[in-house]
């Protein structure tokens, strides 16, 4: 069973749409990480946020907020007035412990479309 | 500054060919990775080191090696080319145990033929 899932394998929106990237992930840990990793068309992998097991608030950075819910296990990415810059694909991923270290499980991620 | 380099940026071998990534980081982290990416998928994570002297598989460590010798370095093996080995590798480091956010090398394209 796929530990992160990233259901939308593509999106595309018309630039200044608001647009949200869904992740739903499954743990049996009680600590956990959650992170989103942006990998814009030159190839290179971008880190965007890191969010523990026990801090739900929500975050706002700029056009970027993540909303947090262990209720439902899903940790979802939205962008507010999307700009053709944007235009990348986007990973979750769960860091969860194995053998006394943690290890990184990815989503297979979402690439997002912005047309002019 | 340079952060996580990798060497080389591309790369084509030959079926049962073995080479050597090679991966540095000047950040002085404790934690290395080995990722390879496959189309339509994630990461996933080859091998991994907390620090120089361990070194401990991940999700897909057949057919790779890898030592740390050094806090610096974390050098990638592949012992016998095999096609199924034609993938992206990208190399990443970070503070802690691998609950931290990872800074990554810029990629190798790596085509086994």
């Known amino acids: 069973a796929q530990k992160v899932t990233q259901a939308q394998t593509e999106i595309s929106v018309v630039e200044k749409e608001d647009v949200t990237l869904d992740c739903v992930y499954e743990?049996?840990?009680?600590?956990?990480?959650l992170f989103w990793y942006k990998q814009p068309p030159s190839g290179e992998l971008v880190f965007l946020i890191r969010?523990?097991?026990?801090d739900e608030q929500n975050e706002i950075s700029g056009r970027y907020s993540w909303n947090f819910q262990k209720s439902t296990s899903s940790f979802n990415f939205t962008i507010t007035a999307s700009q053709v810059v944007d235009s990348a694909v986007y990973f979750c991923a769960l860091s969860e412990l194995m053998d006394s270290n943690y290890q990184l499980i990815w989503g297979a991620g979402t690439k997002l479309i912005i047309k002019p | 500054n340079a952060g996580v380099t990798q060497t080389p940026k591309f790369q084509v071998l030959k079926t049962g060919q073995s080479m050597t990534l090679q991966c540095a980081q000047d950040?002085?982290?404790?934690?290395m990775s080995w990722y390879r990416q496959d189309p339509g998928m994630g990461l996933r994570l080859i091998h991994y080191s907390v620090g120089a002297g361990i070194t401990d598989q991940g999700e897909v460590p057949n057919g790779y090696n890898v030592s740390r010798s050094t806090t610096e370095d974390f050098p990638l093996r592949l012992l016998s080319a095999a096609p199924s080995q034609t993938s992206v590798y990208f190399c990443?480091?970070?503070?802690?145990?691998?609950?931290?956010?990872?800074?990554f090398g810029d990629g190798t394209r790596l085509s086994i033929l």
């Open positions: 990443a480091s970070s503070y802690g145990r691998g609950n931290q956010p990872q800074h």
């Open positions: 743990t049996r840990d009680t600590t956990y990480y």
């Open positions: 969010r523990n097991s026990f």
């Open positions: 950040m002085n982290h404790e934690y």
